[in-house]
């Protein structure tokens, strides 16, 4: 069985500031790795993805995330924070072959401090 | 030009009744999906189907019955409806059910069930 694990509820940031949102997933087999974001009262929308290659991913709105195999993470980060990246983030899993589902974890909210 | 969308928005109804929520995707995908998004944020999946065919079916109540009349469609009719099934519920697209696809997803409908 696969899951994800999103351990902070809520991250708070001074705007300008750095920002990470952490994500570890467990998984039997290689794992595609996804981050999404929700607004208040909108769907999911698509920031970025890890499927192979270099760990380091690059994604919409100056968002970014490392895979660390050793440590099965995909962290979330942007160099600085902007106040209207406060959203709702989700992690995703979901591994190749067949019809797999995508298991989400239970979301953090990024609170960006003006 | 919506990519996917979803009606209605809301849907507030009686404990007892039968409602239908419908999704329709522009984006010439392959692939639909049913989420349930919870009081908490956590957001799970209920169905997916692949070129009208159902390719995941989660245990969800038989209540819940989803119909795809043609690739672009998937509709979700709730019977009976509970209290418990008050949810923001989300539809979604993906080109094909492969791991590495993201999914697209509309803005939601929010059931509230009195």
């Known amino acids: 069985a696969q899951s994800v694990a999103q351990p902070e509820d809520q991250v708070n940031v001074a705007e300008g500031n750095p920002l990470t949102v952490k994500c570890t997933y467990s998984?039997?087999?290689?794992?595609?790795l996804f981050w999404y974001v929700q607004y208040p009262n909108r769907g999911l929308q698509f920031l970025l993805k890890y499927i192979t290659g270099d760990n380091l991913v690059k994604g919409s709105y100056g968002f970014e995330a490392e895979f660390n195999k050793s440590q099965t993470s995909f962290h979330l980060k942007k160099p600085s924070a902007l106040v209207s990246d406060s959203a709702l983030y989700f992690c995703?899993?979901?591994?190749?072959?067949?019809?797999?589902?995508?298991?989400f974890g239970t979301g953090t909210k990024l609170q960006v401090i003006p | 030009d919506t990519a996917v969308s979803q009606t209605p928005k809301y849907l507030v109804t009686q404990m007892g009744n039968d409602k239908s929520i419908k999704c329709e995707q522009n984006l010439g995908h392959d692939t639909m999906y049913w989420y349930k998004q919870d009081s908490k944020k956590f957001l799970k999946i209920m169905f997916s189907y692949n070129n009208k065919e159902l390719i995941i079916n989660e245990t969800v109540p038989n209540r819940f019955s989803p119909k795809s009349p043609d690739k672009a469609h998937l509709n979700l009719h709730i019977n009976s409806l509970e209290l418990g099934d008050s949810a923001v519920y989300f539809c979604a697209s993906s080109p094909y059910p492969a791991a590495n696809e993201k999914l697209f997803f509309g803005s939601g409908t929010q059931l509230s069930v009195l």
């Open positions: 998984v039997s087999g290689n794992p595609y």
């Open positions: 995703a899993v979901r591994v190749g072959g067949g019809y797999q589902k995508v298991t």
